[in-house]
């Protein structure tokens, strides 16, 4: 269970109304014209599932191995990060995931050190095939693990990549095992494509429930409940030069991937030149509470009033620690909390945090999770993902490219 | 050496050169009034240094342990950590370091599981001797390791904070080793007092080559010889209506943790309510490349132009892994990186990036480090810390205080 519930100061008026509309006619027409394939990949994907399953459950060396290394960068990493980052405490026996994705060579040999090769699946995951910082650690993987990926070798790689994109091509010479990306869905929107549901499948994680928890919240969206996020994005919108910056607070620290992956959603398929070629876009940050509250709150509550924020809560956790009941003395005027779980606590910050914004007149939201469980996880995944997309119809903007990145592309190319 | 250019686009007009001037005879004020202490941490905090170094080298206890568990959060924990992550995998023989911040209870509980009693020193760290989040968790710690801090066993924990704050009186209440905070010292500034320099030196850092950089740093600049500071405080702070963002760019996935301190200082020193009464201040993104060009990038190049960009980028690791000369068949197009080190790809992506930006008219800086070292870090830190002031002064705000979020401490202690 999701409950969504906002506190915007910000008035629905009948121009709103009827924007609402219109976006939600368009989306429908971009799911029928398949604009992108994201909104189904909760059905569409269990295919892939139940083949990496298999892969997991009957390949002699995927059996064994105790580590999947995911190569991939941004829209290839950012959601598989996500979602590891929320269940590896909770779910029990799951292979340990490497992420290579930065070209950062501490990180990368500190990485490099610490795989044993007998035990490990190496997933190379590029949408376009040819990701520079992916193909070259890729190659850096081969070298330092004389990795032969034309002898029987290769079923220690898995190729996650567009239909005859290069990678393809490479995989398709060695027979080398590949899954497909669908065409139409992008890399920040991919992480329940095979992007995401391959590696975290064979991870052991419990994929089919995600899927699941995004396809309920895609049909409840398209039988038109889901009003609320019309509303958001309507006014999130309309409200963009007040309001330019959208935080995000998650009130667990497992959520921090996750934010990231917001960030990168956001950002990449808001920020964009429009159809009368203004610069628009919204600019997405996500902070985690209640530490941040000790960094950011400040500004928000008294610097410039252009930003709107989303607190995510978790009502219960596995494990409850409660704060005990310990006296010290000189430090009693902390004894108020003695007894309440750390869980408690932090719940009263996010709500305490959220009065005091919406008091001063910052327009703020809610999202509670019942519990971190996958079927949230999923709807949260596809809650974001629509979000943007209204955004994106009502910005005029293309939300599914990203065309202000290859400038620096080339002036890379040229370098070298 | 750290050098620093800047292709601001933005000129520099007479009236910001007043500005200049006295923003300049402001800060000599403060510095000779003592209304932040940091300033001068540089020399102030050798004395505390080498105290805290003779601890660990003669205590029979804190001699043999191999963890230091830091108990604090915000600016209790962010420096210290930003310290800790850009040099541990650099250093030999230091202490693991944990930090105990947020009241997350799946953080808390893995955290404490990986705790050896025996082999680990305590160091809590509040300012004001009271804070929530601190003080609860230090109470889990008590009774989770049955820590009695009336037995010898006090040995095992160290207080840090201000003179006669709650926490100090407790801690001399049972002998408790105890480091004093300076009074005019604020949390977000206190990184390069007892509050990061203790921890670190316990754990085996090189916390006086820091301290060296920062006095370096702070010396250069009130002898009149860093004009380029106040020149960019000056142009942020006269530009904010129209870029009101300042982004970190940081080319080394071990400088996460110094945005994250970045954003703690600039957002919460800076988002304030001025002499006027109006709602002011800059907003800070920290990320960190080339990972989050495939993430943020679209947005600052074809989003609102409100947007400043800093690059941080380091010149040379100490391993260099290069790409290897390995063709893949189909994959030809990524082989104009073979034989190049990874640190020249993040390197050429960090020029390309920040050419991109300045060709489209977005404000740009470059803060290049020729190594990752202690010196070079210290420096780095007293830059920011006086570029914050600098922007403060200019800002007409209290640089010092946080009265924003006194009103959810309030709301929160009515909710138990």
Chains 1, 2 share one sequence.
């Not at 892939?48 to 960068?73: H, P, R, W």
């Not at 596995?318 to 750390?342: A, C």
């Not at 932090?346 to 008091?359: N, P, V």
Request: hydrophobic share 40%; net charge negative; charged share 25%.
């Amino acid at each position: 269970m999701i409950q969504f519930e906002n506190e915007y100061l910000w008035e629905l008026d009948k121009s709103l109304e009827g924007i609402m509309i219109n976006t939600y006619e368009t989306i429908l027409k971009e799911k029928k014209k398949g604009t992108s394939g994201y909104f189904t990949l909760g059905s569409d994907s269990l295919e892939i599932m139940e083949d990496a399953k298999q892969l997991a459950q009957t390949n002699t060396f995927v059996k064994q191995c105790d580590t999947v290394v995911v190569i991939g960068i941004g829209g290839s990493s950012l959601g598989t990060k996500a979602i590891e980052s929320i269940f590896k405490h909770k779910t029990a026996g799951v292979k340990r995931m490497l992420f290579l994705e930065n070209p950062d060579e501490i990180d990368l040999s500190d990485k490099l050190v610490s795989i044993e090769k007998a035990k490990t699946l190496f997933c190379v995951v590029s949408k376009s095939g040819l990701t520079i910082e992916t193909i070259s650690i890729f190659k850096e993987v081969i070298e330092y693990f004389e990795l032969d990926y034309k002898s029987p070798q290769k079923e220690q790689i898995v190729a996650i990549t567009d239909e005859d994109s290069a990678l393809h091509k490479f995989a398709h010479q060695y027979g080398i095992k590949t899954y497909n990306i669908p065409a139409n869905v992008g890399g920040r929107f991919s992480v329940l494509s095979a992007v995401g549901i391959v590696p975290l499948t064979i991870a052991g994680y419990d994929t089919k429930s995600i899927l699941e928890g995004a396809s309920a919240m895609a049909e409840s969206f398209f039988h038109g409940k889901e009003n609320h996020l019309l509303k958001k994005a309507a006014l999130l919108t309309k409200h963009r030069k007040e309001a330019s910056i959208n935080v995000i607070f998650s009130y667990a620290n497992c959520l921090e991937d996750f934010t990231k992956w917001y960030v990168q959603l956001w950002a990449e398929s808001l920020g964009k030149v429009d159809i009368y070629g203004n610069h628009t876009g919204l600019t997405p940050i996500g902070h985690i509470g209640s530490v941040d509250q000790h960094s950011f709150l400040q500004l928000i509550m008294q610097g410039p009033r252009d930003k709107t924020v989303t607190f995510i809560k978790v009502e219960k956790f596995e494990k409850e620690i409660k704060v005990p009941n310990i006296k010290l003395k000189f430090l009693e005027k902390t004894d108020y909390i003695n007894g309440f779980s750390f869980n408690e606590l932090i719940d009263g910050e996010c709500e305490a945090t959220k009065e005091s914004l919406s008091h001063v007149g910052i327009n703020v939201d809610k999202i509670t999770l019942d519990s971190l469980n996958e079927k949230n996880v999923g709807r949260l995944i596809l809650y974001y993902e629509l979000l943007t997309s209204l955004c994106g119809i009502i910005l005029e903007v293309n939300t599914y490219d990203q065309p202000g990145v290859e400038m620096g592309k080339k002036i890379l190319k040229n370098k070298f």
